[in-house]
């Protein structure tokens, strides 16, 4: 897939601060929808998930928005802590094409000051 | 909890050299999955199993091929490497079918540096 090279987008937030991270999606059908932590030199970690019939899913500290007229997903982190630090990407699915493919967004570096 | 094992974790292979990955799911987890993540870049889906099966193929070159066995575990055969292919590669896997299903997990990955 198309990708932008080593630029990925940033966002610096202080410590207990709200983190906000954002993503558009391309495939009006998918249907399912998750936020993945990645850690320097270490698998995907799954945070949330949302299926499509929603348009909002809370977690401990976290919450994924669903938009789907516009096909944007959002995570809210509350109380960011510098172990948050990490690159975050969004994955959609669309189990009527292909039940077993995620696509990935592009990540979001977050840097937590402390 | 066990978790998606995955080895070796680091492999460094020559031009034309060929590599062998493995994967070793979650127990009772039937699908597995393979993704390819270059520097800085997402990760791209490769090719995914279902009960021995393939069930989708992704954007794997035809130098690589995969299988899954009999214990579900799965295995990346990687022949002529070269330079681009150097990267971190991950596997999954989930169960009931599907990316949808239950528990989708990543292991920590191999990564594969081709000199």
């Known amino acids: 897939g198309e990708n932008v090279g080593l630029h990925l987008p940033t966002l610096s937030v202080q410590e207990g601060d709200n983190s906000i991270i954002n993503c558009a999606y391309s495939n009006s059908a998918s249907d399912y929808f998750i936020w993945y932590k990645q850690e320097s030199g270490k698998g995907p970690q799954f945070i949330i998930d949302i299926r499509s019939n929603m348009d909002k899913r809370q977690g401990q500290r976290v919450t994924v928005l669903l938009n789907k007229t516009v096909k944007h997903l959002s995570l809210q982190i509350a109380a960011t802590q510098p172990g948050d630090s990490a690159v975050y990407f969004c994955a959609e699915n669309d189990s009527g094409g292909s039940n077993y493919k995620l696509t990935f967004g592009k990540g979001t570096l977050l840097t937590v000051n402390p | 909890a066990a978790g998606v094992i995955q080895s070796p974790r680091h492999l460094i292979k020559e031009k034309r050299e060929t590599a062998t990955l493995k994967c070793y799911p979650i127990p009772r987890h039937d699908t597995v999955y393979w993704y390819q993540q270059g520097p800085g870049q997402d990760p791209q889906f490769l090719i995914s199993f279902y009960e021995k099966m393939q069930s989708d193929k992704g954007s794997i070159p035809d130098r690589f091929s995969a299988q899954q066995f009999s214990d579900y575990h799965s295995e990346l055969n990687m022949s002529s490497l070269e330079l681009g292919d150097s990267a971190l590669y991950f596997c999954?896997?989930?169960?009931?079918?599907?990316?949808?299903?239950?528990?989708?997990?990543f292991g920590s990955g191999t990564r594969l540096t081709v000199v």
């Open positions: 999954a896997s989930s169960r009931p079918t599907g990316a949808s299903g239950y528990g989708y997990t």
